[in-house]
């Protein structure tokens, strides 16, 4: 009797934790477009995130889970054959992976989970990473050693690269002064969105070899430092970029945007810089995808226009993406019609954290019923903060936020609006309340 060459179920159903965010998203999209017949369910650990997935998702089973809640992960994994797993700085793995590992067994119908998110060298000797940045890469370690003690069926994915989509937080430098500013560590490439597309076909694959493997993944491609990234800028935009890397230079741009754990990344990224030699271009992403991915040449090419601030007449017309793309912002500092419509509001807004002064931009478009929807961008680090529950009623104006950056925390901000001036506050849970100010652009 022959032996089936591959021989792992496909999952019939399939569970997206963290399905609003970056990967989350396209990996959903690509499971709808490539495998219909698949039942989906898409989780987030918060009731905003939860809303968005019905908006953008209509018609799919979405629930509210979190690593650190037991009940909602046994609730969440419920009947699900496959799953996507990714956490998120700050992250308490040990607790965590714990509870997963608990509830996955309860239900006792996994035969397939990704886990991604590896990223801080877990597979590096330890001896390697200097002793007061052990516990900075600890979390990594510590999830990989307790998924495989549990037995069950599970793919590890190492970003094994940095996200090209990590250059739109550099972008202050370059339309101020077509200046890339960022630490000159070299490390291979990669784009979100060919991550996402890669976890969905191995999950969609009935090759039973990909589980116990442990995957570093980066695009095959671009292996360079930021002075070389400044290059291939000047390169592909025709526009002179320069670079910048001291210590200095590097803290002064982006304190304000990371607050106190950036000396702490200055060190890791030194370390990498010193242990630079782990990294190798491979062509396991090629191989999966079943073409190239996507390079950086392509992705700032597709980008231009918001890393240089320029309007629609000044940038050339990008071209296609490889993959669908994702939706590009605003750019910050522009004129108020690239960033909203007419009929839009748009504040200039500053929050007084402990850290310093934060300017943002935001836009409030008013969808009657005492209702508003819009944007929130920090104008320091060129971050997009959702904006959930608007709400008006009278002169308050009251919404819901996330940080990402330094660290994820929600916020949720009530101001009073006189005339052209806004006043309020920023909640910030146990970081406290922090005043917010702004003006009506144009007034």
């Not at 060298?121 to 307790?146: C, S, T, W, Y």
């Not at 630079?276 to 390079?295: C, H, Q, Y």
């Not at 709400?391 to 925390?409: A, D, H």
Request: charged content about 25%; proline content about 5%.
């Amino acid at each position: 009797m022959s032996v089936p060459y591959n021989r792992k179920p496909i999952p019939r159903s399939i569970l997206i934790f963290g399905a609003s965010g970056t990967l989350g998203g396209p990996l959903a999209r690509f499971l709808q477009r490539e495998a219909p017949q698949i039942r989906l369910r898409l989780a987030s650990s918060r009731e905003e995130g939860c809303e968005a997935l019905r908006r953008d998702f209509p018609g799919v089973d979405v629930v509210q889970a979190d690593y650190y809640d037991l009940p909602t992960l046994e609730v969440a994994v419920q009947g699900m054959e496959g799953l996507f797993v990714n956490t998120t700085l700050p992250k308490d793995e040990q607790t965590a992976m714990s509870n997963l590992i608990a509830a996955v067994k309860k239900a006792h119908c996994a035969v397939h989970i990704i886990r991604a998110g590896l990223g801080m060298q877990p597979e590096a000797n330890e001896h390697r990473v200097p002793e007061d940045m052990r516990d900075f890469i600890a979390g990594d370690r510590i999830a990989k050693r307790l998924l495989d003690e549990s037995g069950l069926p599970v793919t590890y994915f190492n970003f094994g690269a940095s996200f090209t989509e990590n250059l739109l937080t550099m972008k202050a430098g370059l339309i101020r002064e077509r200046k890339l500013i960022w630490h000159n560590r070299k490390v291979p490439h990669m784009d979100k969105r060919d991550i996402a597309e890669a976890a969905g076909r191995i999950l969609l694959s009935d090759n039973h070899r990909h589980i116990g493997q442990f995957h570093t993944l980066n695009n095959g491609q671009d292996l360079l430092n930021y002075a070389q990234i400044a290059d291939l800028m000047t390169q592909v935009w025709g526009e002179k970029i320069t670079f910048e890397g001291s210590k200095e230079a590097v803290i002064s741009e982006y304190m304000d945007s990371y607050g106190t754990i950036f000396p702490k990344l200055w060190d890791f990224f030194q370390m990498e810089q010193d242990n630079e030699e782990v990294w190798a271009l491979n062509d396991f992403m090629e191989r999966t995808l079943g073409r190239k991915p996507i390079s950086l040449r392509e992705w700032l090419r597709e980008n231009k226009r918001e890393l240089l601030g320029l309007d629609a007449s000044q940038a050339a017309t990008a071209p296609a993406a490889t993959t669908a793309p994702t939706a590009t912002a605003p750019v910050p500092g522009a004129a108020p019609a690239a960033a909203a419509a007419s009929s839009d509001e748009v504040w200039d807004c500053v929050i007084a954290t402990p850290i310093g002064k934060v300017p943002y931009e935001l836009v409030v478009r008013r969808a009657g019923g005492g209702t508003w929807t819009g944007t929130m961008k920090d104008l320091k680090s060129g971050a997009d903060l959702p904006v959930r529950d608007g709400k008006i009623n009278g002169s308050t104006m009251t919404w819901g936020s996330e940080l990402t950056k330094p660290f994820k925390m929600k916020l949720k901000i009530e101001v009073q609006v006189q005339g052209k001036e806004l006043s309020g506050q920023a909640s910030a849970g146990m970081m406290g309340k922090s005043a917010m100010q702004g003006t009506l652009r144009g007034a």
